[in-house]
């Protein structure tokens, strides 16, 4: 079972709606991280929170924005998508150890659908 | 240039044999390499992980890792039909970790 805990599972919103992912770990990890995985394509880093800092790939449209409430928590919060917008976003947590990054263990995921 | 690259596949290898799946990366200063497994519709989970220079085995998988020619290898032995999924390489630099595109492996009975 993982330790990474994701909800809800699945949701369909519409391109008007406000939602939020949640993504919850119990292991210590210190960074924190949101993917997007499209069908048949490898996942795609979105935010990663780390030693209290957010990093964001830039190429992430706004209408995705991330809130750590907590250092076991991580939020993706939603609003105003697209249908591209649709796809698997992953959750994942790992332990850093110095300048070395360990071992990501990823949630089960939240199958977005936009409609 | 791709980051991380991985030949798509599909590899198919029988029952039994040894699958070879192989991950090329750019950033020299990359610290910390995985191999994830992933099922199709289901989340990627780690299969093994290398931070330094040769083999490091597990059961019946091995990672090979060789910095100077930026190359990180995955052998399978024994392979079994349950091995059938998508190959993830994962590749840290940094803060964050890249994904190659995945190799899909099948391994037929």
Redesign the interface.
């Known amino acids: 079972d993982t330790e990474v805990t994701q909800t809800p599972k699945h949701l369909v919103m519409g391109m008007t709606n406000k939602k939020s992912l949640k993504c919850e770990q119990h292991m210590g990890h210190r960074a924190m991280y949101w993917y997007k995985q499209k069908a048949k394509k490898p996942p795609e880093l979105m935010f990663v929170y780390s030693y209290e800092k957010l990093s964001i790939n830039e190429s992430v449209p706004s209408r995705f924005s991330p809130e750590c409430p907590n250092s076991s928590l991580l939020n993706l919060h939603l609003h105003a998508l697209q249908p591209e917008d649709s796809a698997l976003y992953l959750c994942a947590s790992s332990q850093e150890s110095g300048r070395r990054y360990a071992e990501a263990f990823f949630g089960q995921g939240t199958r977005l659908t936009v409609v | 240039q791709k980051e991380v690259e991985q030949n798509s596949g599909p590899l198919s290898v029988p029952e039994g044999a040894i699958a070879s799946l192989n991950c090329t990366y750019s950033d020299r200063g990359s610290?910390?390499f995985?191999w994830?497994r992933q099922y199709s519709?289901?989340?990627?989970?780690?299969i093994m992980?290398i931070?330094s220079n040769g083999d490091k085995e597990d059961g019946r998988f091995t990672a090979q890792l060789n910095k100077a020619s930026q190359y990180v290898s995955l052998l399978i032995r024994d392979s079994q039909p349950s091995d059938s999924a998508t190959y993830?390489c994962?590749v840290?630099a940094l803060?964050?970790?890249?994904?190659?595109?995945?190799t899909r492996l099948t391994v037929k009975p």
């Open positions: 610290q910390s995985f994830y519709g289901k989340s990627p989970e780690l992980f931070y993830l994962a840290i803060l964050d970790m890249r994904f190659g595109a995945g």
